[in-house]
T-cell receptor
């Protein structure tokens, strides 16, 4: 069965601090896709990144970076120099090898960035 | 950039009433989905739809729910007799694009907030 765990329910940081959101997944598929979505207070889901299981290179996009470690089934997300606008719920998610499979979401981590 | 749209943004209904949530997926996408998010909880898969039929559904998607693609553009979710516990945000998504769109990504709509009173 596929499962995504985000052990941190809520995190609070002071602006400009770095913060890492943890994600651990379970799947029996050899090919799969991992995602991060941001859900601001307005409620929409904002796509941040997709990673396929064969690509273990870490990725950096501006203040955001992702660390994919297949050996530990983790796909962690780091925000550098956090800003108040980063306050949101962040979901890690997983989908199966067909790439048209449903997306399985983790429970989310609520991030509050305090000015 | 192409996007999935959903209407209405917020729907209030009384328990026992039927509701239809509407979605316009991205043109030329082939796979369509509905997800549900109860307030404060995670996003949960309801159903996927391909080639005019359900390809997969979750245990949440019981006989009260149905989906339809009545024309070439809309994709609807009907809840036959709403219950209080159906109150949630409902997200539509589509995937399986042709050239120019990432075929592996599900594009999510902005959601419809359903409140059952």
């Amino acid at each position: 069965a596929q499962k995504v765990t985000q052990a941190q329910t809520e995190i609070s940081v002071v602006e400009k601090e770095d913060v890492t959101l943890d994600c651990v997944y379970e799947t029996r598929d050899t090919t799969y896709y991992l995602f991060w979505y941001k859900q601001p207070p307005s409620g929409e889901l904002v796509f941040l990144i997709r990673r396929n299981s064969f690509d273990e290179q870490n990725e950096i996009s501006g203040r955001y970076s992702w660390n994919f470690q297949k050996s530990t089934s983790s796909f962690n997300f780091t925000i550098t120099a956090s800003q108040v606008v980063d306050s949101a719920v962040y979901f890690c998610a997983l989908s199966g090898e067909t790439s048209y499979d449903k997306v399985i979401f983790g429970p989310g981590t609520s991030l509050s960035v305090i000015p | 950039e192409p996007e999935v749209t959903q209407t209405p943004s917020h729907q209030v209904t009384q328990m026992g009433q039927e509701v239809i949530l509407r979605c316009v997926p991205i043109s030329n996408h082939l796979y369509f989905y509905w997800y549900r998010q109860i307030l404060g909880q995670k996003v949960e898969f309801l159903v996927s739809f391909y080639n005019n039929e359900i390809s997969e559904k979750s245990e949440i998607f019981d006989d009260q729910f149905s989906v339809e693609r009545p024309d070439g553009s809309n994709f609807t979710l009907k809840i036959r007799s709403t219950k209080l516990e159906d109150s949630a945000m409902y997200f539509c998504a589509s995937s399986g694009g042709l050239a120019g769109l990432n075929p592996y990504e599900q594009y999510f709509g902005p959601g419809t907030r359903l409140t059952v009173t």
